[in-house]
């Protein structure tokens, strides 16, 4: 009888149970493998999870002091805390950004906190782990200058290396408070005026102080000139001196303070000065503001002409032959004020001239009070000669 193959068998043949066993064997071998390594990779998956479970949660929360002005303190306190559950591993970095117009006072820290400022930004470090449930402060103090905006904000971030906070949200705090401005203007600003040398006449300007801010506030009056030796300061709102200082001035409210100068009696004529003022609040670094007036030295030109007319006032005589004797003849007295300000007190002396006699005096207009005495006239003028006016009176004289 005759057999069919064994499909299982490599060579188409019956297997026989040697080669049966040796297959059993084999498939129980491998099967121990898979189930040796099968526990490792499964113990490799959880570790690896584990590792990117957050250990630790940091957070920083920020609260900033009442009432911010100008020239004051601005406060903020830092809190900081981990939440964990486990601690957060340092380095840990606080970096706080303090407003435009606020500078650095002090920054210091509870614990183990190490910090230093440049420029708006202070940097806290806590250099080992930071531990569960374990609050700390951080507390800025600020100076609130004059360039600071009605509105300021202040942000504080805490951060560290690694994948271990569990919550980035409340790593960062920021808090926003209103400023009460202070400020201050002072006028007139670039004003002009010309003087005469005092000669022991002082003069006054009147500066007008305006409180801008929003608060209440007193203010310190200094008064200076540049370039010293054209104008002296004589007083500032009744004080004696350059200085002086305001009582309180409401928002909106002015105060008008008069300043007395001096104009030097031996000043160049043309020689100029600036007059300043300037009103600063008493509160430090708060506001300031100054006003200017540019003192220019000036001087009447006084000149004087004499010419000889006939006694009609109209015709003029040229040359000595060209009068007679016991003719009546006027000389015309011309004053005129060709400098850059008013003069006063114009006084005319003229002698009268031995080949003439002195018969009557005729003003231009009202203003002149002219007498002889001695063989000499005198013509007082009242008021003022303008700058650039002239004035004259005839003299009538018959020849000798």
Same mark, same amino acid.
């Given at each position: 009888?005759?057999?069919?193959?064994?499909?299982?068998?490599?060579?188409?043949?019956?297997?026989?149970?040697?080669?049966?066993?040796?297959?059993?064997?084999?498939?129980?071998?491998?099967?121990? =493998?898979?189930?040796?390594?099968?526990?490792?990779?499964?113990?490799?998956?959880?570790?690896?999870?584990?590792?990117?479970?957050?250990?630790? $949660?940091?957070?920083?929360?920020?609260?900033?002091?009442?009432?911010?002005?100008?020239?004051?303190?601005?406060?903020?306190?830092?809190?900081?805390?981990?939440?964990?559950?486990?601690?957060?591993?340092?380095?840990?970095?606080?970096?706080?950004?303090?407003?435009?117009?606020?500078?650095?006072?002090?920054?210091?820290?509870?614990?183990?906190?190490?910090?230093?400022?440049?420029?708006?930004?202070?940097?806290?470090?806590?250099?080992?782990?930071?531990?569960?449930?374990?609050?700390?402060?951080?507390?800025?103090?600020?100076?609130?200058?004059?360039?600071?905006?009605?509105?300021?904000?202040?942000?504080?971030?805490?951060?560290?290396?690694?994948?271990?906070?569990?919550?980035?949200?409340?790593?960062?705090?920021?808090?926003?408070?209103?400023?009460?401005?202070?400020?201050?203007?002072?006028?007139? $600003?670039?004003?002009?005026?010309?003087?005469?040398?005092?000669?022991?006449?002082?003069?006054?300007?009147?500066?007008?102080?305006?409180?801008?801010?929003?608060?209440? $506030?007193?203010?310190?009056? =200094?008064?200076?000139?540049?370039?010293?030796?054209?104008?002296?300061?004589?007083?500032?709102?009744?004080?004696?001196?350059?200085?002086?200082?305001?009582?309180?001035?409401?928002?909106?409210?002015?105060?008008? =303070?008069?300043?007395?100068?001096?104009?030097?009696?031996?000043?160049?004529?043309?020689?100029?000065?600036?007059?300043?003022?300037?009103?600063?609040?008493?509160?430090?670094?708060?506001?300031?503001?100054?006003?200017?007036?540019?003192?220019?030295?000036?001087?009447?030109?006084?000149?004087?002409?004499?010419?000889?007319?006939?006694?009609?006032?109209?015709?003029?005589?040229?040359?000595?032959?060209?009068?007679?004797?016991?003719?009546?003849?006027?000389?015309?007295?011309?004053?005129?004020?060709?400098?850059?300000?008013?003069?006063?007190?114009?006084?005319?002396?003229?002698?009268?001239?031995?080949?003439?006699?002195?018969?009557?005096?005729?003003? $231009?207009?009202?203003?002149?009070?002219?007498?002889?005495?001695?063989?000499?006239?005198?013509?007082?003028?009242?008021?003022?000669?303008?700058?650039?006016?002239?004035?004259?009176?005839?003299?009538?004289?018959?020849?000798?």
């Amino acid at each position: 009888m005759s057999r069919h193959p064994d499909p299982a068998s490599p060579r188409g043949g019956v297997r026989s149970s040697a080669a049966r066993s040796r297959g059993a064997a084999a498939v129980a071998a491998l099967a121990s =493998v898979v189930l040796a390594l099968t526990p490792s990779r499964a113990r490799a998956s959880t570790d690896e999870t584990a590792a990117l479970v957050p250990k630790s $949660d940091m957070q920083v929360t920020a609260v900033a002091s009442a009432g911010f002005a100008t020239g004051g303190n601005a406060t903020y306190t830092l809190t900081l805390d981990n939440n964990g559950p486990q601690g957060a591993a340092g380095p840990i970095t606080l970096t706080n950004t303090l407003p435009a117009g606020l500078t650095y006072t002090s920054v210091t820290g509870t614990g183990s906190w190490t910090c230093s400022t440049l420029g708006q930004v202070a940097t806290c470090t806590w250099a080992g782990t930071y531990n569960k449930n374990a609050p700390t402060t951080i507390t800025i103090v600020a100076l609130i200058t004059s360039a600071a905006p009605a509105s300021v904000t202040n942000v504080a971030t805490v951060s560290y290396p690694g994948l271990d906070d569990a919550n980035l949200t409340n790593n960062t705090a920021s808090t926003t408070s209103a400023v009460t401005v202070r400020s201050v203007a002072t006028t007139p $600003d670039g004003a002009t005026v010309s003087h005469l040398p005092s000669n022991g006449t002082n003069y006054t300007q009147t500066f007008v102080v305006t409180n801008t801010g929003g608060i209440s $506030d007193s203010y310190t009056l =200094v008064a200076s000139v540049a370039p010293a030796g054209v104008v002296t300061v004589v007083s500032v709102a009744g004080v004696a001196g350059s200085t002086a200082t305001t009582t309180p001035v409401a928002t909106g409210g002015t105060r008008s =303070v008069a300043v007395v100068y001096s104009v030097a009696t031996g000043a160049a004529t043309g020689a100029s000065a600036t007059l300043t003022l300037t009103a600063t609040s008493i509160v430090t670094n708060a506001a300031s503001d100054a006003g200017d007036l540019t003192v220019t030295v000036t001087r009447a030109g006084i000149t004087m002409t004499k010419a000889l007319y006939r006694d009609d006032q109209t015709t003029l005589v040229t040359g000595p032959a060209g009068v007679s004797v016991g003719e009546y003849v006027q000389y015309r007295v011309t004053v005129t004020n060709g400098g850059g300000a008013p003069a006063s007190a114009v006084t005319v002396s003229d002698p009268i001239p031995g080949q003439v006699t002195y018969d009557s005096a005729i003003p $231009d207009a009202a203003g002149w009070t002219i007498a002889t005495a001695s063989g000499t006239l005198t013509a007082n003028l009242a008021g003022t000669l303008a700058a650039g006016a002239s004035r004259y009176f005839w003299i009538r004289v018959r020849v000798k």
